[in-house]
């Protein structure tokens, strides 16, 4: 998210802003949209139960293997984290290592929501979220390399 946006959707009204809070009558992107949401949806997904992995293809030749698990503690929904401090609520302790996925469903265009062993479901995972988590060589080079070279915010924000 670039500084300064403050989410997806902006929202306004040519009658002020209460009426905008009561139903929003023209909805008008945000100029980080394009950064965090329009991700290319994965080719396939598929399960491995037995290894206890999702497979992701993203494009021929890039394959991801996230493990069931990782999935399970990397869920950002309000169940999982605190959503104004950003802080795990999740206890990793909580979640076995014999989790599975029991069922999966697409989400819009932009995600998906696992149905996890243990009766979660709540949390979804957006294209973005599992570009972010993709535990293969290459992707995790070139995210130490941009953050490596991201700027700094100024201080205070």
């Known amino acids: 998210m670039r500084p ?3 989410g ?3 929202f306004y009204s ?3 802003a209460r009426r905008a809070f009561q139903r929003p ?3 008008r992107r945000s100029a980080c949209y394009s950064d965090h949401v329009m991700f290319t949806p994965p080719t396939a997904i598929n399960v491995i139960r037995a290894d206890r992995v999702v497979e992701v293809t993203w ?3 890039h394959l991801a293997r996230y493990p069931i698990r990782l999935l399970r503690l990397r869920c950002a929904c309000a169940q999982c984290v605190n959503e104004l401090t950003g802080e795990p609520i999740l206890d990793p302790a909580t979640v076995p290592d014999s989790i599975g996925i ?3 469903q697409a989400v819009g265009k932009y995600a998906v929501r696992f149905t996890y062993s243990d009766g979660h479901d709540t949390g979804i ?3 973005q979220r599992l570009a972010e988590l993709c535990p293969c060589p290459a992707c995790r080079t070139q995210a130490e390399k941009s953050f490596a070279t991201m700027p700094c915010p100024p201080r205070g924000q």
């Open 4 to 6: 300064g946006c403050v």
């Open 8 to 10: 997806h959707f902006r």
């Open 14 to 16: 040519p009658r002020g």
């Open 25 to 27: 009558l023209s909805v």
């Open 59 to 61: 494009t021929p030749g």
């Open 102 to 104: 029991v069922a999966l």
């Open 125 to 127: 995972m957006t294209w």
